[in-house]
């Protein structure tokens, strides 16, 4: 089947694309068409909820007793997701408004260089900068770790700007541009916050030498709401300052 | 669903769940778990694997339920095709996911209500929504149960049942439009023709 599909072969296909009978290819073929095209293809149109009324057509089954006790367990570890029409959820100190979303084009690479290039050092507070190497071989291996599909979220703030990026069962990566050196006596500490606002120290980091930074976090993002940084005396267990970095984790990743 | 008054309801429900209420997942749960079950164990054919699949797609729900259009389909619809979706990847691994195709799929085609789908799926029960499916033609029952239950391609229906490749597109184009007009029949039968409901 060719990707120019014509309004004949759109209609010809309704059953197979109502059902998902067809491959990726195709189907994003006929998606392509059904985008530009002025025809109303009722048959498809028609078609699709076919899927709804045979599942509805089986006798149902009734699931063992513990699979709902399982299922309201799992849960019970998950926080709800935020929506804009649910109580918003607080954090303990205000959020700035900068949570837009740059293109994905350059968050991904960006976002995942940093995950590749935090693994692959293994150590904290590396500065691309002043190490150019690192940073065109973490460039490099993007290439082959785009695609992972890892998560990553806007952080943002009058510290720096960035983004922080999710590695489930790894942890994540904060990677930040131009971020502001620290008196001898601070230091950066990283936070992610549950939707209740509750912090966990997740990290912390003294040198901004580099133009980019790339910093492990300690736990990956799955069930936190927010992720800040502030800048203390020490590693404390609850912040004691403002955030100058907060990303918001339950808004759309890059 | 069978009234507005449950439609009402299901937007009570999903609005509950953003709100981060997990009883209405239960309730939810509750409600589609027997469907989203049987399509799991038709695809699958494994009690256990059906029922991690069922607990995985409410989990889903619970995690996304920002994703859930009611203007693209019920909730039940909704789940339903999770499940279905992850059933079919278990089943094939090697073929991509199609859950968030299938989303874009109805945000393209939606226009408004469909009203012999819509209308059998809150007026039938599922003994009549079999009896529609079973009406259909061999070749073209087999078609489509392949096709949704099988998560074959038309492409592998056509190898499968040894017919070429437009005999299966063409299968599966007649199926849906008779099941249509067998439901729209069943719609415009009376009440007391529609004994043995067992949704």
Not at chain 1, 68 to 91: F, N, Q
Request: glycine share 8%; hydrophobic share 45%; net charge negative.
């Amino acid at each position: 089947m060719s990707d120019e599909m014509t309004h004949e072969s759109i209609d010809e296909l309704a059953g197979a694309f109502a059902l998902g009978a067809m491959s990726a290819d195709e189907a994003a073929a006929v998606r392509a068409h059904l985008a530009t095209c002025d025809q109303p293809h009722a048959e498809l149109r028609e078609a699709f909820p076919a899927g709804d009324v045979l599942a509805a057509s089986l006798e149902p089954v009734t699931p063992s007793p513990d699979l709902r006790d399982r299922l309201m367990g799992s849960i019970e570890r998950i926080p709800p997701v935020a929506h804009p029409s649910a109580e918003p959820v607080k954090p303990p100190w205000p959020r700035p408004g900068w949570f837009d979303w740059i293109s994905p084009r350059v968050a991904r690479p960006l976002a995942v260089a940093a995950v590749v290039a935090a693994i692959a050092v293994g150590a904290w507070n590396v500065s691309l900068r002043s190490d150019l190497d690192h940073r065109d071989a973490a460039l490099r291996a993007v290439a082959a770790a785009i695609g992972n599909g890892q998560t990553a979220f806007r952080v943002d703030g009058t510290a720096g700007r960035g983004y922080v990026v999710d590695t489930p069962g790894v942890g994540a990566a904060l990677v930040v541009a131009d971020l502001k050196a620290l008196p001898a006596d601070k230091l950066y500490e990283l936070w992610l916050l549950d939707a209740a606002g509750t912090p966990v120290a997740v990290g912390t980091f003294t040198d901004t030498s580099g133009a980019v930074a790339v910093l492990p976090v300690e736990k990956d993002l799955s069930g936190y709401a927010t992720f800040a940084v502030t800048v203390e005396a020490k590693r404390v267990d609850a912040p004691t300052t403002t955030p100058v970095m907060v990303g918001d984790l339950t808004g759309k990743s890059s | 669903m069978t009234d507005s008054a449950t439609l009402d309801d299901e937007a009570l429900l999903v609005q509950q769940i953003r709100s981060g209420d997990r009883n209405a997942l239960g309730e939810v749960y509750d409600r589609h778990a027997p469907v989203a079950l049987a399509v799991a164990l038709r695809i699958v054919a494994d009690r256990g694997q059906a029922e991690d699949l069922v607990h995985d797609a409410f989990v889903t729900a619970w995690q996304k339920i920002d994703r859930f259009d009611p203007a693209r389909g019920s909730l039940r619809s909704w789940i339903v095709a999770i499940v279905r979706n992850r059933a079919i990847d278990r089943l094939r691994a090697n073929r991509p996911s199609m859950e968030i195709g299938e989303a874009d799929d109805r945000s393209l085609l939606q226009t408004g209500p469909n009203p012999t789908w819509d209308d059998a799926l809150a007026r039938l029960g599922g003994a009549q929504l079999r009896a529609a499916v079973a009406e259909l033609p061999t070749e073209q029952r087999d078609a489509v149960e392949l096709a949704y239950f099988g998560g074959h391609t038309y492409r592998e229906i056509a190898t499968l049942t040894g017919v070429p490749l437009g005999t299966a597109t063409s299968r599966l184009r007649l199926a849906l439009a008779r099941l249509r007009e067998e439901l729209r029949q069943s719609d415009a039968a009376p009440a007391s023709a529609r004994a043995g409901d067992d949704r």
